[in-house]
């Protein structure tokens, strides 16, 4: 059972847009910042938005972050076959002394 | 380039011990934190242990003492000493360097190295 929520999957067909949620409490998500890892099958995470909503070098600005409240969003737009991959979200967490992971999403491009 | 490389996984019996090393290169690395990060088949990322620059670690409580952490700063390796192993600790390790204390902030991850506990 993970700290963060996620839905399990996620679907769209090419050039859509879809969002995914990662739902927290206080002691994380509502006090530290959000981070987003997207894994492409088979192979290790690699950082994609980092403080809720900055992008990492190299990240197309088809993918935004956002943040409000014990909640956060990853939303990518313009949907492609190569962004078909697992999307994890993390955060500190105060009351656990350490970061934390949602469930992961699976991205399905259709 | 910053290179991250696991090694030291493979099967171990339940009860058993091991060791996994993660080498660095192409950052300073006395001054970063370091975690390791888990992954059981099928699953989501499960945080396990940090190790800052200044010696302060941090691990998961669900661990129970049973894996500790090191660091040799003149080799630019972490270390993951793992004991009293159990099937539940059958996963994919990653190291990951951490950009900022204190936050989910993991800027660069190794490959990973599978640790399968079975009898």
């Known amino acids: 059972q993970s700290v963060l929520t996620q839905p399990p999957s996620a679907s769209g067909t090419p050039g859509q847009r879809v969002s995914i949620s990662c739902s927290g409490n206080?002691?994380?998500?509502?006090?530290?910042?959000v981070y987003w890892y997207q894994q492409l099958p088979g192979t290790a995470p690699k950082l994609l938005v980092y403080?809720?909503?900055q992008r990492s070098s190299g990240v197309p600005d088809r993918f935004s972050g956002s943040k409000s409240g014990t909640s956060a969003s990853l939303a990518i737009s313009g949907l492609r076959s190569e962004d078909e991959a697992d999307y994890h979200c993390?955060?500190?967490?105060?009351?656990?002394?350490?970061?934390?992971f949602g469930g992961g999403t699976k991205l399905t491009v259709l | 380039d910053v290179q991250l490389w696991e090694s030291g996984g493979g099967f171990i019996q339940p009860g058993g011990s091991v060791r996994l090393s993660c080498a660095t290169s192409?950052?300073?690395?006395?001054?970063?934190?370091m975690s390791w990060i888990r992954q059981a088949p099928g699953k989501g990322l499960e945080w396990v242990s940090t190790?800052?620059?200044?010696?302060?670690?941090y691990s998961a409580a669900s661990l129970k003492g049973r894996f500790t952490i090191s660091r040799d700063n003149s080799k630019n390796t972490v270390y993951l000493e793992m004991n009293n192993l159990r099937g539940e600790d059958t996963a994919i390790y990653y190291c990951?360097?951490?950009?900022?204390?204190?936050?989910?902030?993991?800027?660069?991850w190794g490959q990973g190295t599978l640790v399968t506990v079975s009898s």
């Open positions: 206080n002691s994380n998500i509502g006090t530290y910042h």
């Open positions: 190790l800052s620059g200044r010696g302060t670690t």
């Open positions: 993390a955060a500190w967490d105060g009351s656990l002394n350490g970061p934390v």
């Open positions: 403080r809720n909503n």
């Open positions: 192409g950052f300073t690395f006395n001054i970063y934190a």
């Open positions: 990951a360097k951490v950009r900022v204390d204190q936050q989910a902030d993991f800027d660069y």
